[in-house]
């Protein structure tokens, strides 16, 4: 299970800290992510961090957000600065055992989501 949280309302170029608790076992075996849906559009992808920690992310967040993870903790957070307008949408974190989603990115390659926060970015 995975309980997401942080969102709220922003002015364009400030900052938000979205932060993802896992319950369950064997939290460092999972493969940690980030998506978005905005209204009328797709679940998009965001960001990941693999089991190994290795980060992913969308080119248009590049430079501007950050994931981490704390196996300790079993938490993951999106450190997410110099927000645009288009960054608005609700953010769901998701989790996997699978790799698959290195190549794809895709919703699909993700079985457990959380129940997603709202990121509203005001221009």
């Known amino acids: 299970q995975l309980q997401a949280s942080g969102g709220g309302l922003v002015t364009a170029g400030g900052s938000l800290r979205l932060s993802c608790e896992f319950s369950?076992?064997?939290?460092?075996?999972?493969?940690m992510a980030w998506f978005r849906q905005a209204p009328g559009k797709e679940r998009e992808f965001v960001a990941a961090?693999?089991?190994?920690?290795?980060?992913f992310y969308r080119d248009s967040v590049k430079a501007r957000f950050t994931v981490s993870r704390d196996n300790t903790k079993k938490h993951v957070w999106l450190q997410m600065n110099s927000l645009k307008p288009e960054d608005t949408a609700v953010y769901y974190c998701?989790?996997?055992?699978?790799?698959?989603?290195?190549?794809?990115?895709?919703?699909?390659?993700?079985?457990?989501w959380g129940q997603g926060t709202q990121v509203t970015v005001s221009s």
């Open positions: 369950g076992r064997t939290f460092e075996r999972y493969h």
């Open positions: 961090i693999g089991n190994a920690r290795t980060t």
């Open positions: 998701a989790a996997d055992l699978s790799s698959g989603f290195i190549r794809s990115k895709s919703p699909s390659d993700f079985r457990s």
